[in-house]
């Protein structure tokens, strides 16, 4: 069994496991170790469908000190006006660059691929070699980094959780770009990001919306991608923000905060009727919701629980199938519910959300803060962690929570020279762009209404962040 020791030992090369570990480079002079089960950095984007892309812009995803892509707005397609969206493999080709041309050359990083991290006892971390079998332990000087913790869950690596019979044929989106024949038609299961990025690929591949059945539970609210532009658009990204603040001020509870976003142009749905349920902050173009508005064949029955050859039971229906259709299985949780948890404990970090959505960026703000800071309840205090359960009816909590880490943050000198200087920060542009009235009424709008906000949102939300 052989031995290594070094400062701090990650588990997990995803987006998050990188972010922090590019971040704690820049700020220090840690050794680290990275593990993973994987054959190579890039968590599940690794195994993502091949026509995923991100739903933000590349130029806010990464790590700190390297850019995705070339900040080139587009001008074709469903995201024309828009920033560049990189695909999965330009993000896994990103993050092998990242970790050979930064981490490895740095000779401060050791890299473990197909390891599995096994766990602790008393002294040391153990790690085993999923190809050899070999063991090693890993005596950590600092802290266990756990970068799993809100780990993705994508179709093709999931178990669904409904019965299926033998002859229905049931596919994740993966293996839709192996399809040489036109099957009588293709059922989507699922109400998340997945599902829509699969109705709206088969959409732009010429199939017609009425050779689409869509299983949908329940709808999202989303935001609207011409609010999350960053750089030279960023006058877009501060007035969201300043209707954020507004609706955080002003708001009841979780569904007046999102009809009151839509109100702004800021939230959008796919079915003006329909009364969203979900909320996990993912981001569509208004010629996208345009284009999936078009498929009517649409069942609110629940969740799926079994399908037969000839009919699919959901929670509250059965509903005719058709055995020579192709089910899309989009049920996986993508980003999962989880409990939030202190960031920083005594001998271990949970890599977590501290930003609203964008997970690069609140891994890379843990890692400044590990670096900068010694005292651990002032970290905690600094990064409070907030959880997406995914039910609108919990957004004000995730605002009061992420608002809470914002003003903290911005009020300390050092964390917020390094986040004006950190490009997975969405506004940093707009420090620079003052002179622009939009710019200029966004932040004046912001700083008018915080404190409000923060009483409101601390009156209506049922956990103290002290709580968390
Ligand atoms: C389709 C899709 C699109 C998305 N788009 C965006 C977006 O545009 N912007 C955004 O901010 N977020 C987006 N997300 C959210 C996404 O979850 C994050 O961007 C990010 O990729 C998650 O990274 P992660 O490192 O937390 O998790 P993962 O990518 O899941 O990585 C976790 C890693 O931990 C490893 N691991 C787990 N257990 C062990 C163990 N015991 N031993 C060793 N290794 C282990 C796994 O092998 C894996 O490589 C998207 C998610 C999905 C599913």
Known sequence: ???????????????????????????????????????????????????????????????PSRPLGSDRIDVSGPNAGFYERASSSE???????????????????????????????????????????????????????????????????????????????????????DIDEPPGGFTILGCGKTAMDTCNWLLD????PDRIQW??????????????????LVSAYVQ????????????EDGRDFAHRLEADGVFVRIDPSIEPQVFRGATISTPEIDALASIERVVRAGRVRRIATNSVLLDDAEVP????????????????????????????????????????????????????RDDDTDKNRLCPALAFSGDNSDVLGVAHIGMTGIAARSAESDVSAWNARCRLDPARAAAGRTD?????????????????????????VATPVAAV
């Open 436 to 460: 622009d009235p939009d710019v200029a009424a966004a932040f004046t709008s912001v700083v008018d209404n915080f404190g409000r906000a923060m009483q409101n949102l601390g009156e209506k």
């Open 321 to 372: 199938g058709d055995p020579r259709t192709v089910y899309v299985d989009c049920t996986a949780a993508g980003v999962r519910p989880t409990v939030p948890k202190p960031v920083y404990e005594r001998d271990r970090i949970t890599l977590q959300y501290v930003t609203i959505g964008i997970v690069p960026w609140s891994a890379a703000t843990i890692g400044a803060v590990e670096t900068l």
């Open 215 to 232: 299983l949908r539970p329940r709808d999202p609210w989303l935001f609207n991608r011409a609010c999350m532009q960053p750089l030279e």
């Open 1 to 63: 069994m052989r031995e290594l020791e070094t400062d701090y030992l990650v588990v997990g090369a995803g987006a998050s496991g990188m972010a922090f570990v590019d971040s704690a480079l820049g700020e220090s002079d840690a050794e680290i170790v990275m593990v993973d089960r994987r054959h190579r950095p890039g968590g599940h984007w690794l195994d993502a469908y091949p026509f995923v892309r991100l739903h933000q812009p590349s130029a806010y995803y990464g790590v």
């Open 91 to 177: 993000i896994c080709g990103y993050f092998g660059d990242v970790l050979e041309q930064h981490f490895v050359a740095s000779g401060r990083v050791q890299v473990l691929p197909m390891y599995d991290y096994r766990g602790e006892d008393a002294d040391c971390h153990h790690v085993c070699s999923l190809l050899a079998g070999e063991e090693r332990t890993i005596r950590v000087r600092r802290r266990l980094v756990d970068a799993t913790y809100v780990e993705s869950s994508i179709p093709s690596r999931h178990t669904p959780a409904f019965e299926v019979d033998s002859d229905v044929r049931l596919v994740p989106p993966n293996d839709l770009v």
């Open 240 to 251: 969201m923000q300043a209707r954020w603040v507004e609706a955080c001020a002003d708001s």
């Open 205 to 208: 591949s010429g199939v017609d």
